[in-house]
C-alpha cells in the first residue's frame, strides 16, 4: 500500500504564542517561500489569519503543515500561551485544501534536524555526536519546548513532549538565594517559569530583588539589550539564565541519551549568544554524576536559522514516511 503523501503547493504554518510565520512551498524540490510573519491573535481564528494573507496570493496552497506551540489531539490542537485553537477540518473546508497535517511546532524543529545545514547552528560544546544516535532540540521562546528525532535508516520518528512543564529547583548557591522569589505566587516552579520570555523578565526581578536594587519594568528584548549594554543586574541575569538551561538542556539529553547531539532553538538563545559564557556552559551541561563518561559525549549546539521551523515542515510535506508522520489518523482531509 503506497503510504499517504501531501498535495503540492503546500502551505506551511509555524504558529507560536506570539508569532505566526507563513510561507508557501511549490514543489518537492523547492524551498520554502516567506509569505507573512504576523501577532498570533491578530485576526479572530486561525483559519481567518490564513484566508487574509492567502487573498493576495496567485498560487493557492493544495494542502498545509501547521506546526502548533501546543499540544496536540488528533487533528485539533489548542495553543498553550495563546488563545488560538485550531482544528484540522474546519481549516480545510476555510481554505478549500485537500489534506493537510497538524503538528507539534517542537516536531517541526525535530524535523529541521535532518536538513539543516553547518550554517545554521553554532557549536557550545563539541562532544563527540554519533550521526546515527538520538537527537534533541529544545528552547526558550514564549514557552519552552522539547523533541526528539529517532532515526533509524531512511525511517525516522518525531517524538515531542511537553517538557516545558515539569518542575525544576535550585542547585547552588546563587540559585536557592534567587529562588524564594522566583517561587513566590506559584504552587510549582517549572521550567518554562524561568527559562521562557516570561521567565526572563521574572529571573530579572528576582536577581534585583536579592540584591537589593530596585527592578524596573522591563521586557525580555529588555534584559537583553541591557546585558549587552553591561548592566550589571541584567548580566548577573543572563549569566543565570544560561546556567540553568544548560542544566535542563543537559538533564533532557540523558532522559532521551541524545548521543546524536542536543540543540537549543526558540527566539531567545540565538539573541543572547553573544554574552554566553562557553567554559561554564560547558561545565553545567556534562556535570550530571554520576553519569560524566555519557554526558561528556554529548554535543551542544544552538540553532541561529531563523526559518528553522519552516525548513522542519517543509522536510515534513516532503516525505511524511521519512518522519513517522504517515498515519492517516493525523491527516485531515477537505
Not at 50 to 65: H, I, Q
Amino acid at each position: 500500500m503506497r503510504p499517504p503523501s501531501i498535495s503540492y503547493p503546500v502551505l506551511v504554518a509555524d504558529i507560536g504564542g506570539t508569532n505566526c510565520r507563513l510561507s508557501l512551498v511549490a514543489d518537492p524540490e523547492s524551498p520554502h517561500r516567506p509569505l507573512a510573519r504576523l501577532g498570533t491573535g491578530s485576526h479572530p481564528t486561525a483559519e481567518a489569519a490564513f484566508s487574509a494573507v492567502l487573498s493576495d496570493v496567485t498560487e493557492k496552497p493544495r494542502s498545509a503543515v501547521i506546526a502548533v506551540a501546543g499540544p496536540l489531539d488528533g487533528r485539533q490542537a489548542q495553543l498553550t500561551n495563546a488563545v488560538w485553537s485550531l482544528d484540522g477540518q474546519r481549516i480545510a473546508t476555510a481554505l478549500g485544501l485537500t489534506q493537510g497535517l497538524l503538528v507539534n511546532d517542537f516536531e517541526a524543529l525535530a524535523a529541521s534536524l535532518a536538513v539543516l545545514g553547518p550554517d545554521d547552528a553554532v557549536t557550545l560544546v563539541e562532544g563527540r555526536p554519533d550521526p546515527d544516535g538520538v537527537r534533541l532540540v529544545l528552547g526558550p521562546g514564549t514557552g519552552f519546548g522539547a523533541a526528539a528525532l529517532l532515526t533509524h535508516g531512511e525511517r525516522g520518528m518525531l517524538i515531542p513532549t511537553e517538557s516545558g512543564h515539569i518542575g525544576i529547583g535550585p542547585e547552588d548557591h546563587a540559585e536557592h538565594r534567587i529562588w524564594p522569589a522566583l517561587s513566590n505566587g506559584v504552587s510549582r516552579v517549572t521550567v518554562e517559569h524561568i527559562l521562557s520570555g516570561d521567565g526572563l523578565v521574572r529571573l530579572h526581578k528576582a536577581v534585583a530583588l536579592t540584591s537589593g536594587t530596585p527592578a524596573p519594568e522591563v521586557s525580555a528584548a529588555d534584559v537583553a539589550r541591557l546585558a549587552e549594554d553591561g548592566d550589571p543586574g541584567a548580566l548577573k541575569t543572563v549569566v543565570c539564565f544560561w546556567r540553568l538551561l544548560a542544566r535542563v538542556a543537559g538533564d533532557l539529553a540523558l532522559v532521551f541519551k541524545a548521543t546524536g547531539g542536543v540543540f537549543i532553538a526558540g527566539g531567545i538563545a540565538p539573541h543572547l549568544l553573544p554574552l554566553v559564557d562557553r567554559a561554564a556552559i560547558r561545565t553545567v551541561f556534562a556535570n550530571k554524576p554520576p553519569m560524566e563518561d555519557l554526558t561528556g559525549s554529548f554535543a551542544l549546539r544552538v540553532v541561529t536559522a531563523p526559518d528553522a521551523a519552516e525548513q522542519g515542515l517543509a522536510a515534513i510535506a516532503g516525505n511524511l514516511h521519512r518522519f513517522g508522520l504517515d498515519d492517516p489518523k493525523r491527516l485531515w482531509f477537505g
